[in-house]
């Protein structure tokens, strides 16, 4: 695809619920992350990957947070139990491997709404 | 981001200069990097700077970083309608981790 993709756009839960977040990197990008963006904040890292393992999970915020990538390209972060504090949008980035800059290409995330 | 601090907001009237400023406090990031999200919109990044460079320059937009101070600024020129929205300041952590700041409204005034 041209850009990184992100489903649903809106998902609305009730609290205790389980969901599934699904990204779509842009094609060819080995790494992939994800992020948390609140209410007038700026994003807050979660999870990193480099091709189908974790490098990096330093930013969930505890287990009931989770996250795959099986093949490399699509990656679900699932949350179990769902809190009305985790109500947010949930970004996805994704980037060439040592491309210059680094730079991270965002997708239009989704927004979680737990009642 | 408690390791990024802007300032919350600028208003400037259509065609003036915007500059919005950053603080940040990881000395060891390698590079510096300006997105801008409009509403409903994802993030995009406008430009980047490495920590070895003192100014870069693209077009309308103008990169100053000051690593002393761990001050980075990104100027506007002509600010136009179309550049009303949010704008994060980030700094690259640990290689591959991007950490935000809160961002800064920039409203413009026809």
């Known amino acids: 695809g041209a850009g990184v993709s992100q489903t649903p756009s809106n998902k609305v839960t009730e609290k205790g619920k389980y969901v599934e977040l699904r990204c779509d990197p842009i094609s060819g990008h080995t790494a992939l992350y994800w992020y948390r963006q609140s209410l007038g904040q700026g994003p807050e890292f979660l999870i990193y990957?480099?091709?189908?393992?974790?490098?990096?999970d330093s930013g969930l915020p505890n287990d009931r947070f989770f996250a795959v990538r099986p093949e490399g390209s699509v990656s679900t972060l699932k949350i179990q139990r769902t809190e009305r504090g985790d109500s947010a949008v949930y970004l996805c980035a994704s980037s060439m491997y040592k491309n210059p800059g680094n730079e991270q290409f965002f997708g239009p995330g989704t927004r979680l709404t737990v009642l | 981001g408690e390791d990024v601090e802007q300032s919350l907001f600028l208003s400037v009237r259509e065609g003036d200069s915007s500059v919005i400023n950053c603080t940040y406090t990881d000395s060891s990031s390698t590079y510096l990097y300006w997105y801008k999200q409009e509403p409903g919109a994802g993030l995009q990044l406008l430009t980047y700077i490495f920590s070895n460079m003192d100014m870069k320059q693209d077009q309308r937009l103008t990169v100053l970083l000051n690593k002393k101070d761990k001050h980075l600024s990104l100027r506007i020129a002509d600010t136009q309608t179309g550049d009303s929205a949010i704008y994060f300041c980030?700094?690259?952590?640990?290689?591959?981790?991007?950490?935000f700041g809160a961002g800064t409204i920039l409203r413009v005034k026809s």
């Open positions: 990957f480099q091709g189908t393992g974790a490098a990096d």
């Open positions: 980030a700094e690259i952590k640990d290689g591959n981790k991007l950490v």
